[in-house]
């Protein structure tokens, strides 16, 4: 055990004492997981952190150590994690200026492909905008989104208005659970989510979190939806249902100042 995760884990263990009861981690009931025949129900997605350039993985929704951890990318680089190559598993990427580097592994390593997409100052974002299963780039400027559906420099295949121009963090998700990845935006406690990539108004409205939270959505019950997380310092408060409402999980994970993201492990 290394200093970092003993440091992480004291700190876990005061802030247990201290909620007590108060936050039990629920767990989705089975009865609520499809079980019909020729079909699987797809994984959920599990908490990551990354800090200065190493990646720690973990692989349940519960305070304690990385199951997985390795170095990718420099520091000041932007994590993002993603299906690149459409085999279910997550796995690293960083965006350093308009250059993004992606690895289909969660080991040490150099890039599996690299490619310019976007300009240096735009936000990177991941998702998969076409259903197809494999994760690719998008970028927002302002309040423009600019998607593109291939692991490759070229022109974005969709673009579109959404969010304020200033003010709102853009967020990604599946939030009807149609396998299409589109946009929302957090604004102070409000998560507004669309359901197409395309310009309109919000579909679902949620009020979760607070402004000075990070959000971290994903499908934290493995339903095929994606819901609101939010982490603040190092505790993340997981909601299952895009409605408003007190988190479902709640669990310390990482150190205060580490990024969080959401990935899936299968
Ligand atoms: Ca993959
Ligand atoms: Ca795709
Ligand atoms: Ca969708
Ligand atoms: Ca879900």
């Known amino acids: 055990m290394n200093s970092r995760w003993l440091r992480a884990l004291t700190a876990v263990a005061a802030s247990l004492a201290l909620v007590g009861l108060a936050s039990p981690a629920s767990s989705q009931p089975a009865s609520m997981i499809s079980s019909s025949p020729g079909t699987v129900a797809p994984s959920s997605d599990n908490p990551a952190v990354v800090d200065d350039g190493v ?38 990427g960083v965006v350093r200026g308009n250059t993004w580097y992606l690895r289909n592994s969660n080991t040490t390593g150099v890039a599996d492909a690299s490619f310019t997409y976007g300009n240096v100052g735009d936000l990177p974002v991941v998702g ?95 339903d095929g939806i994606d819901t609101p997380g939010v982490v603040r310092a190092n505790t993340w408060y997981l909601r299952n249902s895009n409605t408003t409402g007190v988190a479902d999980i709640t669990f310390t994970y990482g150190n205060t100042g580490d990024i969080p993201l959401s990935w899936q492990g299968d």
């Open 128 to 222: 998969d905008w076409d259903g197809d299963g494999i994760d690719t780039p998008g970028v927002v400027r302002g309040n423009t989104w600019y998607l593109r559906n291939s692991n490759t420099t070229g022109v974005a295949d969709i673009v579109f208005t959404y969010g304020h121009f200033w003010g709102d963090v853009p967020v990604i998700g599946d939030w009807d659970g149609d396998g299409v990845d589109t946009p929302g935006v957090g604004r102070g406690d409000m998560w507004h989510l669309r359901n197409s990539n395309s310009t309109g108004v919000a579909d679902i409205q949620v009020n979760y979190g607070n402004y000075m939270d990070v959000p971290v959505p994903g499908d934290w019950d493995g």
């Open 55 to 92: 990646w720690y993985l973990r692989t349940s929704k519960s305070t304690g150590m990385p199951q997985t951890q390795f170095r990718y990318g420099n520091p000041g680089d932007a994590p993002r994690m993603g299906d690149w190559d459409g085999d279910g598993l997550d796995t690293p």
